[in-house]
């Protein structure tokens, strides 16, 4: 017996086994992620959300510096060992690995065919193009005679037990030993898994494979070739490298019985720290680059990226939304995986609340609620009069919703939807204020970059609005709240992965590539925390239109 | 309880464009400028405190009433400068080294003021000495250091283990979304508050356990 004290761990299957003491592990989440179980920590383990509640079944846990006795529920981010105890992880708190993976894309300029690597006919005749996101990663197995998308495979980054995004990854990274880890997780736990699959479904021998692309953040880049990536954790954020490497697979330690570790993958060369060859990719997929009109590129993500092109000059802005859109340090939000609410439809006068879930799973089995939702949310509750222009409800709209869907606590009122668990889920005043920074981030940044350029948006011929969150918002709604300001739905086409876009780009016509090289000298950065006038635009953006 | 001046309204509600001339209307009726400050700035930030606390407003609002009495102060600091005028405790405020993020800062250096803090503001980016040099020029009774960052913490810390071997004996209290009660007792200073409204509470509190 040690003097810590021993903590078991039941899981779902009715095993037991005993939690290893870790030192250096701080909270029993961190302890249980690095047995392996990882938990939906998606507040960064702040204590915020529910997602990595524990049932403690027996013994007691230290929460908040004071014993807790079982039974009890508690946050695993916010509990300590403290002598014995054993906890119930419920199948919700884990990690959900069935990833909504954005595959589709589409590519908005004809091109050649000139394959990064030659094929040979009867011999190595297949590429790979690779997207690695931060959360998500997609491999395309490529015919390089004939440019033709023999297969896709896709699955979640498997870094993200280190941090699920890239400052916690960065930060994560200092430890030499978690850098080499983390370059095992992409290399051979991600992407090995992922060609092996998409190799497979094409029915091709991995001995025919003469090379792949990879489009990703400046991060990820880092991360996979093993560069250290801590100088992009602090100002001035300066990459270690942008242009584009190419490696050889065995240097990688990519090691795929057949495949040859001397076949190159080439990395899509970069724009700078925060705006990464991701980005890169979609101003030539997307074919902006060579817009006759004015046009903007929109990438909202957890760090939202936004570049402008006018008579062919090019500028851009990082701008950082926080995971609020993911479902990050909302009460009940959640990426949008299966079960998860992902559409909402809301009326006042009379009181209507419509639900539905991705998947079509039925709303009593709903999990959360993901990014799509919470627009609808912000946009309808605005319109129909619930919510003030602060984002907060108003009293007399208020006292319309009929009580069941009113949930309130703590002086914190929240519209209750008759989905998921017991008590339902609800959307908090909280939660839309988290909301309201995210949608603040990415409209004021927009704003700020036009006007820099001095571009109205109503001037914009074209608005590409890449990612996996633009592919499942309401288009109507993202203009309505403000997180597409001042634009109109016939200016915005929705892109889709651009980045992955750009890979394939670059595997069939290695043109393209050069492209992307020159763009690190023609785009002009804006750093949006040195625009006097930003912290004033952020703030007007915090209100709803 | 008397019905609030215009100015505090306006402040509370946010109205910054009509602050000006509110100022102006109580400079004409002959109140000084740091009667103004301490009758009619300070009144409306403690509400807005107050407000946040009870969960009444949330930081939106805070930052909007805070741009609002921005302006005010925008014309009153040069007339307070040129009276003279020295407040009773002074606070220096900055974020560290590596981190651009400011607004949460400023936020916090605003709602110190309208607690009538003087408040010396670093800006962004500051390195451990630079502090240091701050602090020994202006003997301030408290510092606050911002990040928003993770991957500045370590800066956090190296400012606070700064500040302590020079030997000053400042209090240091610590602020910005990833920082925690625990963080902020592991690198040694003596508070740490997670919004700008528990930031007032606090710093009154240090300030008036000192005197
Ligand atoms: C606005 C914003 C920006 C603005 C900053 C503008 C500015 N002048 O500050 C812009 C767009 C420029 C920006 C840039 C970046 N950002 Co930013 N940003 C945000 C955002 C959306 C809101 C932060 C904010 O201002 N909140 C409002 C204020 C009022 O709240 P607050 O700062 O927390 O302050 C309160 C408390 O913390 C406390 N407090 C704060 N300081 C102090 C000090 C003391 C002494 C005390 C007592 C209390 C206290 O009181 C305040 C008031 O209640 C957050 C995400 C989010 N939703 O939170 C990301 C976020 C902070 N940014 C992040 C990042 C990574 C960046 C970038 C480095 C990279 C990027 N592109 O995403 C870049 C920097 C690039 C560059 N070249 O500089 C990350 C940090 C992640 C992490 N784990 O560290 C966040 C969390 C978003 C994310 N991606 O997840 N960002």
Same mark, same amino acid.
């Given at each position: ?22 030192? /250096? ?19 960064? @383990? ?17 929460? #908040? ?67 690695? !996101? =931060?959360? =998500? ?52 736990? =991600? ?90 990719? !979609? ?80 709303? !009593? ?44 606590? #703590? ?58 969150? *633009? ?30 876009? !750009? ?43 | ?12 509600? *946010? ?9 102006? @209307? ?131 810390? /190296? ?20 920082? =925690? ?19 007032? /509470? ?10």
């Amino acid at each position: 017996m040690n003097p810590a004290g021993s903590l078991k761990v039941r899981l779902p299957t009715g095993e037991v086994f005993a939690l290893p003491i870790h030192p /250096d592990e701080r909270s029993l989440a961190g302890m249980l992620s690095a047995a392996g179980l990882s938990l939906n920590t998606r507040c960064g @383990q702040r204590g915020l959300c529910r997602g990595c509640e524990v049932e403690l079944i027996e013994g007691s846990l230290t929460v #908040d510096g004071a014993t807790v006795a079982a039974p009890a529920i508690v946050k695993a981010c916010q509990a300590r060992r403290d002598g014995h105890g054993t906890i119930r992880i419920p199948a919700r708190s884990r990690v959900e690995h069935r990833p909504q993976v954005g595959e589709t894309f589409a590519i908005g300029i004809p091109y050649a065919h000139q394959p990064l690597f030659t094929p040979v006919p009867g011999g190595r005749d297949t590429g790979f193009a690779v997207d690695i !996101g =931060t959360t =998500t990663v997609v491999v395309l197995c490529v015919d390089l005679v004939t440019g033709a998308i023999l297969s896709r495979a896709g699955g979640f980054n498997e870094q993200i037990r280190f941090g699920d995004n890239v400052i916690t990854r960065i930060e994560a990274a200092a430890k030499p030993e978690n850098l080499a880890a983390m370059q095992r997780a992409i290399v051979h736990e =991600t992407i090995r898994p992922l060609l092996l699959q998409a190799a497979e479904r094409a029915g091709r021998a991995l001995e025919r494979f003469a090379g792949g692309a990879v489009a990703g953040n400046t991060t990820m880049l880092h991360l996979l070739v093993g560069e250290d990536p801590t100088s992009l954790g602090s100002a001035p954020f300066t990459p270690r490298f942008l242009s584009g490497r190419q490696v050889l697979a065995g240097e990688l330690q990519l090691i795929v019985d057949g495949l040859s570790p001397e076949i190159p993958l080439q990395l899509l060369p970069g724009i700078a720290g925060y705006i990464g060859a991701d980005i890169a990719a !979609g101003v030539i997929a997307t074919g902006m680059a060579y817009d006759e009109v004015p046009s903007l590129l929109v990438d909202i993500g957890t760090n939202g990226e936004i570049l402008l092109q006018s008579n062919g000059q090019l500028s851009a802005c990082a701008t950082a939304a926080g995971p609020a859109f993911e479902g990050g340090g909302l009460r009940c939000g959640t990426r949008a995986v299966e079960g998860a609410v992902s559409e909402l439809r809301l009326g006042l006068n009379p009181f209507g609340l419509e639900l539905k879930t991705v998947g079509d799973v039925p709303a !009593g089995r709903a999990g959360g609620i993901c990014g799509s939702a919470y627009l609808d949310f912000l946009a309808m509750g605005r319109s129909s009069g619930l919510l003030s222009s602060k984002g907060r409800f108003e009293p007399a709209a208020w006292e319309q919703v009929p009580e069941p869907y009113r949930h309130q606590e #703590d002086r914190e009122r929240a519209l209750r939807l008759p989905a998921g668990r017991p008590g339902g889920l609800t959307i908090s005043e909280v939660d839309v204020a988290l909301l309201l920074q995210a949608k603040a981030a990415i409209g004021a940044g927009i704003e700020t970059l036009l006007e820099t350029a001095g571009i109205r948006a109503a001037d914009l011929g074209r608005v590409y609005l890449a990612g996996g969150f *633009g592919m499942h918002l309401n288009l109507g709604h993202a203009i309505a709240c403000g997180l597409l300001p001042g634009l109109r739905r016939e200016q915005i086409r929705v892109v889709g992965n651009t980045a992955l876009a !750009g890979a394939l780009l670059a595997l069939v016509d290695r043109t393209t590539l050069e492209e992307m090289a020159t763009l690190q000298a023609r785009v002009e950065i804006i750093e949006l925390n040195l625009v006097p006038g930003f912290e004033d635009c952020f703030i007007e953006h915090l209100s709803l239109p | 309880m008397n019905e609030l001046h215009p100015l505090t309204q306006a402040i509370i509600a *946010g109205k910054r464009k009509e602050v000006p001339d509110l100022v102006a @209307q109580c400079l004409a009726a002959g109140e000084s400028a740091s009667a103004i400050v301490e009758h009619r700035l300070v009144p409306g930030m403690a509400i807005i405190g107050e407000k946040f606390k009870l969960n009444e407003i949330f930081v939106p609002e805070m930052l909007i009433a805070a741009r609002a009495m921005k302006e005010a102060l925008k014309v009153l600091e040069p007339l307070l400068a040129a009276a003279g005028v020295k407040p009773e405790h002074i606070v220096v405020i900055g974020t560290v080294e590596g981190d651009l993020h400011d607004i949460g800062k400023n936020l916090v250096a605003m709602m110190w003021k309208g607690a009538n803090l003087g408040v010396i503001d670093l800006g962004v980016n500051v390195p451990p000495a630079r502090f240091v040099e701050a602090i020994r020029e202006h003997q301030p009774e408290l510092v606050g250091l911002s990040t928003l960052l993770t991957t500045t913490m370590p800066a956090m810390r /190296d400012t606070v283990k700064a500040i302590r071997d020079a030997g000053l004996s400042v209090k240091i209290v610590v602020g910005g979304a990833p920082i =925690t009660r625990e963080f902020a007792r592991e690198i040694g200073a003596d508070s740490y508050a997670p919004d700008a409204g528990s930031a007032v /509470d606090m710093a009154v509190a240090l300030l008036q356990g000192k005197a």
